[in-house]
């Protein structure tokens, strides 16, 4: 990678060190170019219009990010967000009392409300599958706690809260080898890491345009493999989703249309495509690499300072990077970070539930790097631990 130029062509990187991409990822000049020449284009013929006229560009759309994960263009259906593309997703299946879902520490909070709601309405259980030694989800134990009443394994590929990376693939084998269907929330892995969605066998994927991928706010795409429809019978409908027969009764569109709303801003999925689009060009294995050595030195500086602890865990870990200084609050560590011009943010308790039941480590300090990041900017966030450890020590 020509990191000078991915620079030159990220605004953002010249106003702050941005270790929040975790977070929201800076736009590139292709991604905000797409965007705002769409509204302009909007605002002198008319949003009808100009959809109309960038029709081929959208339905493009679909196509890239099929690329991107590995599946079909019909397969994608697109949303305001990934948390709405999961909800698609979760509460278009059916639970009745008994019925079991399976899901891991790691899972992130609106995951987890939305198991609690559909375990109070219907009585199904959830079941939280320990981690294994290394704080991964415990493949083994999961394969041994499927059983007849399984009805669902959801899982969280990369926490919010930390720079484990599920053994997605692994659990993929056990679901599918189980005739169980298998949701993964993909939001911090979809641009940061390859993802393949027939590799790791899952039945829906879900993820945003914001994060690694460096798309903008407000966009998040759904994937669904064919052979899901048979289980899945989308929670709502309307024009986009369904055609009406002529009396009292309505037919599906085809594939992961069906799960998706007519309204939808063209200016963001243009901006998703253009991100999308720049992914695939510098290629996923090599984001994938920078973006894990990245955090592995900055994790690694950390580590070696005195009064500072990190908290990621897994065998393989990302480029989400978590830590505290000992006796500082972890509001004032970010405070100090952003008044030295560094974007981070901070872990939330309940974000991630399950994980705050086991360990009550939070909040943190959440780092961030991408691709475009530099040692030097992740050695002035280490200078800035060093100076609150060395104070406080």
Known sequence: MDIDALRKDTPGT????????AGAGLLSRQTLEAMTSHLELEAAIGGYEAAGQERERIDGTYTNIARLVGGRADEIALFDNSTHAWNAAFYSMTFEPGDRILTGRAEYGSNVLAYLQVAQRTGAEIVVVPDDESGQLDTAALANLIDERTKLVGVSHIPTSGGLINPAADIGRIARAAGVPFLLDATQSVGQLPVDVAEIGCDMLTATGRKFLRGPRGIGFLWVRPEALEYLDPFVTEIEAATWDGDRGFTWHDGARRFATWEVSYANVLGLDAAVVQALDLGLDQIGKR?????????????ALPGVTTYDLGRDRCAIVTAKVDAVPTADVASALAQRGINVTTTFPEHTQFDTENRGVHPLVRLSPHYYNTDGELDRAVEVFAELAHAAG
């Not at 010249?14 to 991409?21: E, G, I, S, T």
């Not at 973006?291 to 580590?303: H, I, T, W």
């Open 291 to 303: 973006a894990v050595a990245l955090g592995a030195y900055l994790r690694d500086r950390l580590e």
């Open 14 to 21: 010249a106003n702050r060190v941005h270790l929040n991409n």
